[in-house]
C-alpha cells in the first residue's frame, strides 16, 4: 500500500493513510475496516479481536473512540514485530483463550453470507472461494487470480495442501477452482502449530504453513467450505477507486 502507483488517483485523506500503510483504515467514506466488522456482525459474530502493531494507534484510537461498535466487542492485541501470519495468530491466543473461532484479514470484505457460512460450518475449516466469482463478483482481475493460493481437496472434502506458484496456475478447471482469501475457522490446537512452524522463505511465520503442519503432523482435519462470491481485496493503491465503487451501496451497521 506504500508504493506509490502513478495510475491510482486518491483522494488527499486516502493518500495519507496509504504512506502509512494502514490499509484496513483506508477511508472510503468511513474506514475500510468499518465494512469489515458490520459484515461480520450481519454474519453473527459478536466479539473481533484486532491484531495491530504497537505502532498502529489510528486503529485503536478509532475503535475505543467515536467509531466505537455497538453491535460487536472490539478487544485489541498486540504483535511486537511483523513476523507474520502465524506470529500475529499467537498475539490474540489470550483474547481468544478455548473459544473456536474465525481468521480473516483486515484489507479484505468477505460478504456477510460467506461469513456466515464459516460461521456454521464444522471447526476447522477453510473458505474456497470460486475463482470465477472472485472475477465476476470481486474485484480480482483475470490474470491475477491465479497469485491466490488453489485448495487441493481430498475426497472427504478436506483440505489437503494449498497450490502456490506455477501449481497453482497449471490447475484444471480454473473457473471453478477454490482460491484461499485467509478466512479460517479454528480451536485452540492451531495455536501448538503456529508455534511450530519454521521461518518461511520470506522470513516469516506463516499462517498456511503452520496449518500444513497441522494436517500433516497433528492429524487435523480441516473441512473446505466452497463458496460462490466475491471478495474485495484491498492490497494496493490501485485497488482503492474499484473496492469504493463496489461498497458504495453497502450498508454499514456498527
Request: one cysteine or more; proline letters at 4%.
Amino acid at each position: 500500500m506504500r508504493k506509490n502507483d502513478s495510475s491510482a488517483t486518491l483522494q488527499s485523506d486516502q493518500s495519507a493513510v496509504a504512506d502509512a500503510g494502514v490499509k484496513a483504515m483506508i477511508p472510503i467514506g468511513r474506514p475500510f475496516l468499518d465494512f469489515v466488522l458490520s459484515a461480520l456482525a450481519d454474519a453473527g459474530f459478536t466479539t473481533v479481536c484486532l491484531v495491530v502493531g504497537p505502532e498502529h494507534d489510528i486503529i485503536r484510537n478509532h475503535y475505543e473512540g467515536a467509531g466505537k461498535p455497538s453491535r460487536i466487542d472490539v478487544h485489541f492485541a498486540i504483535q511486537e514485530k511483523p513476523l507474520g501470519t502465524a506470529n500475529a495468530l499467537l498475539a490474540a491466543q489470550n483474547v481468544v483463550g478455548d473459544e473456536n473461532f474465525i481468521v480473516l484479514n483486515s484489507d479484505n470484505y468477505y460478504p456477510s453470507d460467506a461469513l456466515r457460512q464459516l460461521r456454521l460450518a464444522a471447526v476447522p475449516s477453510i473458505a474456497g472461494f470460486r475463482r470465477r466469482s472472485l472475477i465476476e463478483e470481486g474485484n480480482v482481475a483475470p490474470d491475477r487470480v491465479t497469485r491466490f493460493g488453489a485448495l487441493d481437496v481430498d475426497g472427504d472434502g478436506c483440505l489437503r495442501r494449498i497450490l502456490v506458484g506455477k501449481a497453482a496456475q497449471e490447475i484444471g478447471d480454473s473457473g471453478n477452482a477454490l482460491a484461499s482469501m485467509n478466512c479460517w475457522t479454528f480451536d485452540a490446537r492451531i495455536f501448538d502449530a503456529c508455534r511450530d512452524v519454521p521461518i518461511s522463505v520470506r522470513n516469516e511465520y506463516e499462517l498456511p504453513q503452520a496449518v500444513q503442519l497441522a494436517i500433516d503432523t497433528m492429524h487435523m482435519k480441516v473441512m473446505v467450505v466452497p463458496i460462490d462470491a466475491g471478495v474485495l481485496d484491498l492490497s494496493s493503491r490501485g485497488d482503492i477507486a474499484a473496492v469504493a465503487e463496489k461498497l458504495a451501496a453497502v450498508e454499514v451497521s456498527l
